[in-house]
């Protein structure tokens, strides 16, 4: 989990995650400090209120750390990242922070941890999913997971809504939407991630080469850098789909990152 100098710091190998943990925590925090929305509070005015000093640190490969002292801490964020990703950075230490109070801490959150879902081991998954009820209530968002169309436009509303990335928006998306929905990071031909809720089956593996039929691999194999939203067969995502099942892909390229995003919808 954290990736630091001390011993102490790592969970014991295999310890399965209690999301549950983490919500409850947000949901705690949410109340006692009496906002409604998110964005009422600057996450560093929240983080302080709660006893956390956040400063900026330089980049040292990890995006953020937490320093536990007795009752309060000191998260640092590193240098240069987007409003976004910082909020969402400094909210999974907070999670840490709130949810973890016995262990004492020195160490560094990854990208990979900052991403870490309910497959994995430890304390991380604990700690977005604090991230996630602090920054997208669960309450606020149902209504706007409620689609009819599963596209990029509702989840475009949300990261703005709630001043969060594409991704994290992304995330809680298909987390609470009731349609069978994944979203799909992609890059240099090859699935780097998945996340989605359990009625969409099995999702695409981790490192599985992408199909010629599936959008996003125009953008690696062709260039193509367009936004699209078109039905494309299971199989091209789905190891051992049928040919003839259908999802809709909605790829968005981003050129810059040499990454691609898609959320992949089976229809009703």
């Not at 109070?101 to 430890?122: F, I």
């Not at 977005?128 to 209530?137: I, K, R, V």
């Not at 989605?196 to 992408?210: Q, V, Y």
């Given at each position: 989990m954290m990736k630091g100098s001390n011993w102490f710091s790592k969970p014991p190998l295999g310890r399965p995650p209690v999301l549950q943990l983490g919500t409850v925590h947000a949901e705690k925090v949410r109340k006692e400090l009496g906002y409604v929305h998110p964005t009422e509070l600057s996450i560093e005015a929240l983080a302080h209120l709660r006893g956390v000093l956040v400063r900026s640190t330089p980049s040292s490969g990890a995006r953020a750390s937490l320093v536990r002292l007795g009752e309060r801490g000191i998260i640092g964020v590193t240098e240069g990242l987007s409003a976004g990703p910082r909020r969402w950075a400094i909210a999974h230490e907070l999670g840490h922070f709130e949810a973890h109070p016995h262990v004492s801490y020195l160490g560094l959150c990854t990208g990979e941890d900052l991403r870490a879902d309910y497959r994995s081991s430890g304390r991380e998954p604990e700690a977005n999913a604090f991230a996630a009820e602090l920054l997208l209530p669960k309450d606020l968002l149902l209504p706007?997971?409620?689609?009819?169309?599963?596209?990029?436009?509702?989840?475009?509303?949300?990261?703005?809504?709630?001043?969060?990335?594409?991704?994290?928006?992304?995330?809680?998306?298909v987390q609470l939407t009731d349609e069978r929905?994944?979203?799909?990071?992609?890059?240099?031909?090859a699935v780097k991630w998945s996340a989605g809720n359990r009625s969409f089956g099995p999702r695409p593996p981790r490192g599985m080469k992408l199909d010629g039929w599936s959008l996003a691999y125009d953008?690696?194999?062709?260039?193509?850098?367009?936004?699209?939203?078109?039905?494309?067969?299971?199989?091209?995502?789905?190891?051992?789909?049928?040919?003839?099942?259908?999802?809709?892909?909605?790829?968005?390229p981003m050129p810059i990152l040499g990454q691609t995003l898609s959320l992949l919808w089976f229809r009703p």
């Amino acid at each position: 989990m954290m990736k630091g100098s001390n011993w102490f710091s790592k969970p014991p190998l295999g310890r399965p995650p209690v999301l549950q943990l983490g919500t409850v925590h947000a949901e705690k925090v949410r109340k006692e400090l009496g906002y409604v929305h998110p964005t009422e509070l600057s996450i560093e005015a929240l983080a302080h209120l709660r006893g956390v000093l956040v400063r900026s640190t330089p980049s040292s490969g990890a995006r953020a750390s937490l320093v536990r002292l007795g009752e309060r801490g000191i998260i640092g964020v590193t240098e240069g990242l987007s409003a976004g990703p910082r909020r969402w950075a400094i909210a999974h230490e907070l999670g840490h922070f709130e949810a973890h109070p016995h262990v004492s801490y020195l160490g560094l959150c990854t990208g990979e941890d900052l991403r870490a879902d309910y497959r994995s081991s430890g304390r991380e998954p604990e700690a977005n999913a604090f991230a996630a009820e602090l920054l997208l209530p669960k309450d606020l968002l149902l209504p706007l997971c409620d689609v009819k169309e599963v596209r990029w436009e509702p989840v475009e509303s949300i990261a703005k809504a709630f001043l969060v990335s594409l991704t994290a928006a992304a995330f809680r998306f298909v987390q609470l939407t009731d349609e069978r929905a994944v979203v799909v990071c992609c890059e240099h031909g090859a699935v780097k991630w998945s996340a989605g809720n359990r009625s969409f089956g099995p999702r695409p593996p981790r490192g599985m080469k992408l199909d010629g039929w599936s959008l996003a691999y125009d953008f690696f194999a062709k260039k193509d850098e367009r936004r699209r939203r078109e039905t494309v067969s299971a199989s091209a995502w789905v190891p051992g789909a049928s040919d003839d099942l259908e999802l809709v892909e909605h790829v968005i390229p981003m050129p810059i990152l040499g990454q691609t995003l898609s959320l992949l919808w089976f229809r009703p």
